[in-house]
């Protein structure tokens, strides 16, 4: 019985996100859009770009692979089982403890470097082009991220996602200078891996600091619509994952019950909400820098990391 | 349970070794026949695995009867000792394997060698060598053996010593091959101290001074680091290791370097006793540079086999960090870490045996069907050797760290190691080990770059030369190979508490401590401390990912559009006019090497742009330095060449000269013994 209970708030998740994706990339397009007063797209059209995607036939240019064919499937897979382990609404899901945070930000990894590989098979320079910089900025994410993971392991004990999250709920982590860099920092890095303003920018390939856009330029139709999907569900990854540990108010504690599964839910919603906001505010208010001054502004993200933890040990020693 | 005939692990290794050595004296007498190339492969094979599967059933099942010969050779007082332990029998299982798998591959690959009587005399030699080098139990011995091992992997190198740079890769060789020995001999020296008792057992039961130790750990990782590959001592790996064919390429890559490691496992965790803890901060040091430097030269090089070749000096950088993570935790008592960083290494090692090997084989496969080792003469060949492709993909994905596959579990199981440095009481590793944690999570995702790179140049785009254009898929004793050892990154990466596991008696033989046991974990998952810290199950990543992409998979083709169109490439428009316009290696590595390269390379990239109305094409030249070659090496070597320019006169002295000098020489000797006592 607690099985089949576990197995089905793990279902709800994993279905949970695979609904909520497109919608918060189009309440973040939306808002975008009124904020330098255009009408903008319905919030719902991110559904209706997929569904008219998956209704198109594809294109192949003629030498494209078998490789080319199955990464749209291995990445949007990868993609979801990362969202799916991230605790959303709540913590002490049945599969957490498949995978803690650096398996979780492994998996992205794995989506990426087939996405780059897709990126090489036609031998266009535009995939050449979207490649190698995504490679680049993956190469200066990692290290940050892995501060990050460490700084955050220091203060909770755990690099499992539901440990964390339980003891950041908890009242005794209090306000702590550390958290707050590691925090900064790894929105910096949400940044960069979701192609967002100001690395990339998500709203066009003709521009010429293209990194995922121009990757993906081949792919079209039900392709092309799994690989968007996937770019939806990362979005939501990562803002779940800054909200489950860096503000897990309200989100529900495991076996607590349906009513406060539901709060925990309706909580996240609005995180969300709150999330996408700030993000679309951040984008329109920020320019779009060169792309190598990406490493500078990744080096800052590694940087904070590293001081939130040296001064954590230095809070601990005194 | 016990047999009529009782053989012991050890003496069977020995016979194994002892036929390896036979095969290598028949190879000679073969060496016109036609048959050579699969009798000599064919022997190899049969042996190496009667041998694997001899260690790999002692060192799981009856462990308790530790077993040694003395063989009647070497020191007159000493003999020859050989002794099989846990540790030794970890890396017999390693060395067999990857010589199993080199055979299985070369009795295909071995058809296309143009001198096969160079290579197949020394092939089994080579072999031999390595099991001899670890299952030594003297001084004496695994010096000889050592020296044995790296003289027959010379022979190797040197197999096509016609083709350019070849000679001057067995050269390099050679000189750091030399100077490696030298530092070993003098390591054990100090060790066996003035009574002179070169056994392992004796030395292990001595006691060392702290300053003999910390001499002895710099010798060591002079001698054995030289020969794995650490940097700076590295530059002779990647002339050396693609010089020789592919099959021993793979062998040196992937069992050669380990057999270092294992030397450098023997002496610093087992003879030399308790470890101080500033040991460890040169090891770390060292070993995350290592990882860095190799995997950024790996991505500036175009030459596939030399890329793999650095790209195995990034993973010797990998294995030292976590042995000296290993050797931090040890020195401060700190038993459970210290197994679990010292297990992730050996973990590691078994890891990189595997893929290295495949990727090297996958090289080789190219080559042969080729001709080219230059990627940027290469490409689509995805298209015409489709399951070559295949298992080189899966090597690169394994090597890249990525799940479900094995090169992710290890290096996993160093972060989490990583993750256990705040217990450590010194400020300077406290402070260390974050920074060197930093630096793997950068060398992880820059070889991820650095294979897609290898791959897409090499396998994906368009063909760019006639050679890539006309390829076609290699023999099946080649592609078994390669179709094993895949299977095995695949298989260590979803089962990896049974590897871990079996690890245990090495961890609890040269540590005295060890993981919690992995198989009482439901689902198979790993928990390296508890499960409240870190777990991961690689099996249930697979499965997840299998499910979630049928499903997408089963919707797509249940609900989506059919149609599929096949038409030119859309480039915005704009489609390349030749395939040379495509994204080369060089141009793949553009945005790593302005970022990283302007630093660590010196890298300057000149524009030869012709004025308006000259036909003449444009240019784009890149300049490279090797900061470690020129900047250590080259002043080194015109030192040598200025000092024995100037000696070369005495090669010209009269007899009276020689004479007098002779006298001064004796006259100075005397004094000094005079003064020194």
Same mark, same amino acid.
């Given at each position: 019985m607690v099985v089949i209970s576990d197995i089905l708030v793990q279902g709800v998740q994993m279905l949970l996100v695979l609904l909520l994706a497109p919608l918060l990339t189009g309440f973040v397009r939306k808002i975008k859009a009124r904020l330098v007063r255009r009408q903008g797209a319905s919030v719902f059209q991110p559904y209706r770009d997929l569904l008219r995607l998956l209704r198109k036939e594809v294109v192949l240019a003629d030498n494209a692979s078998w490789l080319f064919r199955v990464t749209p499937y291995i990445t949007f897979a990868a993609i979801w089982v990362?969202? +799916?382990?991230?605790?959303?609404?709540? #913590?002490? !899901?049945?599969?957490?403890?498949?995978?803690?945070?650096?398996?979780?930000?492994?998996?992205?990894?794995?989506?990426?470097?087939?996405?780059?590989?897709?990126? =090489?098979?036609?031998? #266009?320079?535009?995939?050449?082009?979207?490649?190698?910089?995504?490679? =680049?900025?993956?190469?200066?994410?990692?290290?940050? =991220? !892995? !501060?990050?993971?460490?700084?955050?392991?220091?203060?909770?004990?755990? #690099?499992?996602?539901?440990?964390?999250?339980?003891? =950041?709920?908890?009242?005794?982590?209090?306000?702590?200078?550390? !958290?707050?860099? +590691?925090m900064v920092a790894l929105v910096m890095v949400a940044l960069a891996e979701n192609g967002r303003i100001p690395v990339d920018n998500p709203a066009t390939h003709l521009e010429l600091t293209m990194v995922h856009e121009a990757m993906v330029l081949e792919y079209s139709g039900r392709h092309l619509a799994m690989i968007e999907f996937g770019a939806f569900l990362k979005l939501l990854l990562y803002i779940s994952l800054i909200g489950c540990v860096f503000v897990p108010w309200k989100i529900a504690l495991f076996g607590t019950g349906p009513l406060s599964y539901a709060v925990g839910a309706g909580i996240y919603i609005v995180k969300l909400a709150v999330a996408g906001f700030l993000l679309a505010l951040f984008e329109t208010a920020t320019a779009k820098m060169r792309v190598f001054r990406v490493p500078q502004f990744l080096g800052a993200a590694l940087m904070l990391g590293l001081l939130g933890t040296l001064l954590l040990f230095v809070s601990r020693s005194f | 349970m016990s047999s009529a005939v009782v053989i012991s692990a050890v003496v069977l290794q020995m016979w194994c070794v002892a036929g390896l050595l036979a095969m290598a004296v028949l190879a000679i007498a073969l060496s016109h026949s036609k048959r050579a190339t699969a009798v000599v492969y064919g022997a190899t094979l049969a042996i190496c695995v009667a041998a694997l599967f001899g260690s790999l059933r002692w060192l799981v099942g009856d462990i308790a009867n530790s077993s040694d010969v003395i063989l009647p050779i070497g020191l007159p007082w000493l003999g020859a000792h050989f002794r099989l332990d846990a540790l030794a029998a970890f890396f017999l299982i390693v060395v067999n394997l990857g010589g199993a798998a080199a055979s299985l591959y070369g009795l295909g690959y071995g058809h296309h060698d143009p001198a096969p009587h160079r290579v197949l005399p020394f092939f089994p030699a080579f072999l031999a060598g390595m099991n001899l080098v670890v299952l030594a139990d003297d001084a004496f011995s695994y010096l000889l053996c050592w020296e044995f091992m790296s003289l027959v992997s010379w022979a190797l190198v040197m197999a096509h010593h016609r083709e350019p740079g070849n000679a001057r890769a067995g050269y390099v060789y050679l000189v750091m091959a030399s100077f490696g020995t030298l530092a070993l001999l003098l390591a054990f020296g100090l060790l066996a101290g003035p009574a002179g008792d070169y056994g392992f057992a004796a030395i292990r039961a001595a006691q060392h001074t702290p300053y003999v130790a910390a001499l002895v750990l710099i010798l060591m990782l002079l001698g054995a680091g030289s020969k794995a590959g650490l940097v700076p001592l590295h530059v002779w790996l990647p002339l050396a290791h693609p010089a020789a064919p592919s099959h021993v390429s793979a062998l040196m890559s992937g069992v050669m370097t380990k057999v270092a490691i294992y030397g450098f496992i023997r002496v610093v965790f087992d003879l030399l006793g308790q470890p101080t803890w500033s040991a460890s901060v040169i090891v770390l040091f060292l070993g995350g540079i290592t990882?860095?430097?190799?995997?950024?030269?790996?991505?500036?090089?175009?030459?596939?086999?030399?890329?793999?070749? *650095?790209?195995?000096?990034?993973?010797?950088?990998?294995?030292?960090?976590?042995?000296?993570? $290993?050797?931090?935790?040890?020195?401060?008592?700190?038993?459970?870490?210290?197994?679990?960083?010292?297990?992730?290494?050996?973990?590691?090692?078994?890891?990189?045996?595997?893929?290295?090997?495949?990727?090297?084989?996958?090289?080789?496969?190219?080559?042969?069907?080729?001709?080219?080792? &230059?990627? &940027?003469?290469?490409?689509?060949?995805?298209?015409?050797?489709?399951?070559?492709?295949?298992?080189?993909?899966?090597?690169?994905?394994?090597?890249?760290?990525?799940?479900?596959?094995?090169?992710?579990?290890?290096?996993?199981?160093?972060?989490?190691a990583v993750l256990q440095s705040p217990q450590l009481p010194q400020w300077a590793l406290k402070i260390m080990v974050p920074a060197v944690g930093a630096l793997l999570a950068l060398a992880a995702a820059l070889a991820a770059a650095c294979f897609v790179k290898a791959f897409g140049v090499t396998f994906l785009g368009r063909p760019r030369s006639e050679a890539a254009e006309t390829a076609h898929e290699v023999?099946? *004793?080649?592609?078994? $190979?390669?179709?094993?050892?895949?299977?095995?990154?695949?298989?260590?990466?979803?089962?990896?508490?049974?590897?871990? &596991?079996?690890?245990?008696?090495?961890?609890t033989e040269i540590l005295d401590g060890r993981m919690p046991i992995q198989a009482n974990e439901p689902w198979l998952s790993i928990v390296p401390i508890a499960e409240s810290r870190s777990s991961y199950n690689g099996l249930l990543v697979l499965v997840f990912i299998t499910i979630s992409a049928s499903l997408a998979v089963y919707f797509i083709h249940r609900f989506a559009s059919h149609a599929l169109r096949r038409g030119p490439a859309w480039g915005c428009g704009f489609s390349d006019p030749t395939p040379a316009a495509q994204y080369s290696g060089a141009s793949f590595a553009q945005p790593i090497r302005r970022v990283f390269g302007t630093l660590v390379f010196r890298a300057r990239d000149h524009v030869e742009m012709p004025a308006p109305g000259d036909v003449r094409p444009a240019r784009l030249r890149i300049e490279l330095h090797d900061l470690i070659w020129e900047g250590i090496y080259q002043p080194l070597a015109d030192a040598v060449g200025y000092s024995a320019g100037l000696l070369n006169r005495l090669q010209f002295l009269t007899i009276r000269r020689y004479l007098s000098l002779v006298f001064a020489t004796l006259v100075t000797l005397l004094l000094v013994l005079a003064i020194w006592s």
């Amino acid at each position: 019985m607690v099985v089949i209970s576990d197995i089905l708030v793990q279902g709800v998740q994993m279905l949970l996100v695979l609904l909520l994706a497109p919608l918060l990339t189009g309440f973040v397009r939306k808002i975008k859009a009124r904020l330098v007063r255009r009408q903008g797209a319905s919030v719902f059209q991110p559904y209706r770009d997929l569904l008219r995607l998956l209704r198109k036939e594809v294109v192949l240019a003629d030498n494209a692979s078998w490789l080319f064919r199955v990464t749209p499937y291995i990445t949007f897979a990868a993609i979801w089982v990362a969202a +799916a382990l991230v605790p959303t609404f709540a #913590t002490g !899901l049945l599969f957490n403890w498949t995978a803690d945070l650096i398996a979780i930000v492994a998996l992205l990894g794995s989506a990426r470097f087939f996405l780059a590989l897709a990126g =090489m098979d036609v031998g #266009t320079s535009f995939g050449g082009i979207g490649s190698s910089r995504e490679v =680049m900025i993956a190469a200066l994410a990692e290290p940050a =991220m !892995l !501060l990050i993971v460490f700084c955050m392991a220091l203060v909770a004990g755990s #690099t499992q996602l539901s440990t964390v999250a339980n003891f =950041m709920a908890s009242s005794y982590v209090g306000l702590r200078v550390s !958290l707050g860099m +590691a925090m900064v920092a790894l929105v910096m890095v949400a940044l960069a891996e979701n192609g967002r303003i100001p690395v990339d920018n998500p709203a066009t390939h003709l521009e010429l600091t293209m990194v995922h856009e121009a990757m993906v330029l081949e792919y079209s139709g039900r392709h092309l619509a799994m690989i968007e999907f996937g770019a939806f569900l990362k979005l939501l990854l990562y803002i779940s994952l800054i909200g489950c540990v860096f503000v897990p108010w309200k989100i529900a504690l495991f076996g607590t019950g349906p009513l406060s599964y539901a709060v925990g839910a309706g909580i996240y919603i609005v995180k969300l909400a709150v999330a996408g906001f700030l993000l679309a505010l951040f984008e329109t208010a920020t320019a779009k820098m060169r792309v190598f001054r990406v490493p500078q502004f990744l080096g800052a993200a590694l940087m904070l990391g590293l001081l939130g933890t040296l001064l954590l040990f230095v809070s601990r020693s005194f | 349970m016990s047999s009529a005939v009782v053989i012991s692990a050890v003496v069977l290794q020995m016979w194994c070794v002892a036929g390896l050595l036979a095969m290598a004296v028949l190879a000679i007498a073969l060496s016109h026949s036609k048959r050579a190339t699969a009798v000599v492969y064919g022997a190899t094979l049969a042996i190496c695995v009667a041998a694997l599967f001899g260690s790999l059933r002692w060192l799981v099942g009856d462990i308790a009867n530790s077993s040694d010969v003395i063989l009647p050779i070497g020191l007159p007082w000493l003999g020859a000792h050989f002794r099989l332990d846990a540790l030794a029998a970890f890396f017999l299982i390693v060395v067999n394997l990857g010589g199993a798998a080199a055979s299985l591959y070369g009795l295909g690959y071995g058809h296309h060698d143009p001198a096969p009587h160079r290579v197949l005399p020394f092939f089994p030699a080579f072999l031999a060598g390595m099991n001899l080098v670890v299952l030594a139990d003297d001084a004496f011995s695994y010096l000889l053996c050592w020296e044995f091992m790296s003289l027959v992997s010379w022979a190797l190198v040197m197999a096509h010593h016609r083709e350019p740079g070849n000679a001057r890769a067995g050269y390099v060789y050679l000189v750091m091959a030399s100077f490696g020995t030298l530092a070993l001999l003098l390591a054990f020296g100090l060790l066996a101290g003035p009574a002179g008792d070169y056994g392992f057992a004796a030395i292990r039961a001595a006691q060392h001074t702290p300053y003999v130790a910390a001499l002895v750990l710099i010798l060591m990782l002079l001698g054995a680091g030289s020969k794995a590959g650490l940097v700076p001592l590295h530059v002779w790996l990647p002339l050396a290791h693609p010089a020789a064919p592919s099959h021993v390429s793979a062998l040196m890559s992937g069992v050669m370097t380990k057999v270092a490691i294992y030397g450098f496992i023997r002496v610093v965790f087992d003879l030399l006793g308790q470890p101080t803890w500033s040991a460890s901060v040169i090891v770390l040091f060292l070993g995350g540079i290592t990882a860095v430097m190799g995997i950024l030269y790996a991505m500036m090089e175009k030459d596939l086999k030399r890329l793999l070749a *650095y790209s195995t000096i990034e993973n010797v950088g990998i294995i030292f960090v976590s042995l000296g993570l $290993a050797l931090a935790f040890q020195a401060n008592g700190l038993k459970l870490p210290a197994a679990l960083a010292f297990t992730a290494a050996l973990f590691h090692v078994l890891n990189h045996s595997f893929f290295k090997s495949l990727l090297f084989f996958g090289a080789g496969a190219v080559l042969t069907s080729t001709g080219e080792r &230059d990627m &940027d003469k290469l490409g689509g060949l995805i298209h015409r050797m489709p399951l070559t492709s295949f298992v080189f993909l899966v090597g690169c994905v394994a090597i890249s760290a990525l799940p479900p596959f094995n090169g992710f579990v290890s290096e996993w199981l160093i972060f989490q190691a990583v993750l256990q440095s705040p217990q450590l009481p010194q400020w300077a590793l406290k402070i260390m080990v974050p920074a060197v944690g930093a630096l793997l999570a950068l060398a992880a995702a820059l070889a991820a770059a650095c294979f897609v790179k290898a791959f897409g140049v090499t396998f994906l785009g368009r063909p760019r030369s006639e050679a890539a254009e006309t390829a076609h898929e290699v023999d099946r *004793y080649s592609l078994s $190979a390669m179709f094993i050892l895949a299977a095995l990154c695949l298989l260590a990466g979803i089962l990896p508490g049974l590897v871990i &596991d079996a690890l245990s008696p090495i961890a609890t033989e040269i540590l005295d401590g060890r993981m919690p046991i992995q198989a009482n974990e439901p689902w198979l998952s790993i928990v390296p401390i508890a499960e409240s810290r870190s777990s991961y199950n690689g099996l249930l990543v697979l499965v997840f990912i299998t499910i979630s992409a049928s499903l997408a998979v089963y919707f797509i083709h249940r609900f989506a559009s059919h149609a599929l169109r096949r038409g030119p490439a859309w480039g915005c428009g704009f489609s390349d006019p030749t395939p040379a316009a495509q994204y080369s290696g060089a141009s793949f590595a553009q945005p790593i090497r302005r970022v990283f390269g302007t630093l660590v390379f010196r890298a300057r990239d000149h524009v030869e742009m012709p004025a308006p109305g000259d036909v003449r094409p444009a240019r784009l030249r890149i300049e490279l330095h090797d900061l470690i070659w020129e900047g250590i090496y080259q002043p080194l070597a015109d030192a040598v060449g200025y000092s024995a320019g100037l000696l070369n006169r005495l090669q010209f002295l009269t007899i009276r000269r020689y004479l007098s000098l002779v006298f001064a020489t004796l006259v100075t000797l005397l004094l000094v013994l005079a003064i020194w006592s």
